[in-house]
Nanobody
Framework: QVQLVESGGGLVQAGGSLRLSCAAS??????????MAWYRQAPGKQRELVAT???????NYEDSVKGRFTISRDNAKNTVYLQMNSLKPEDTAVYYC?????????WGQGTQVTVSS
């Protein structure tokens, strides 16, 4: 059974930074060939895609985070990261990671990020 565990969330002032981590276990060699993604869900809003990274390292970002967030992965550690800089109050949300391999996908439990103004 695959488990994704996010960490690194917390409370930060606007303009600050946080680094989220998502460690995958139980997926064996799948992690290195899976697409990894970060999503977020703010109160009262739908979950939205924030960033993706392919097995080859190609990245893609939602427009509002371009230039501020960076997704990366360490296949040796089965871990994906989201470096978040210049945080804004509107970045406040629960952040989730997702592992995608074709029609198979797994979600983490989420980590809260709160940005105060």
């Amino acid at each position: 059974q695959v488990q994704l565990v996010e960490s690194g969330g917390g409370l930060v002032q606007a303009g600050g930074s946080l680094r989220l981590s998502c460690a995958a276990s139980g997926s064996g060699s799948i992690f290195s060939i899976a697409v990894m993604a970060w999503y977020r869900q703010a109160p009262g809003k739908q979950r939205e895609l924030v960033a993706t990274i392919t097995s080859g390292g190609d990245t893609n970002y939602e427009d509002s985070v371009k230039g501020r967030f960076t997704i990366s992965r360490d296949n040796a550690k089965n871990t994906v990261y989201l470096q978040m800089n210049s945080l804004k109050p509107e970045d406040t949300a629960v952040y989730y990671c997702r592992e995608i391999l074709g029609r198979i996908n797994y979600w983490g439990q989420g980590t809260q990020v709160t940005v105060s103004s």
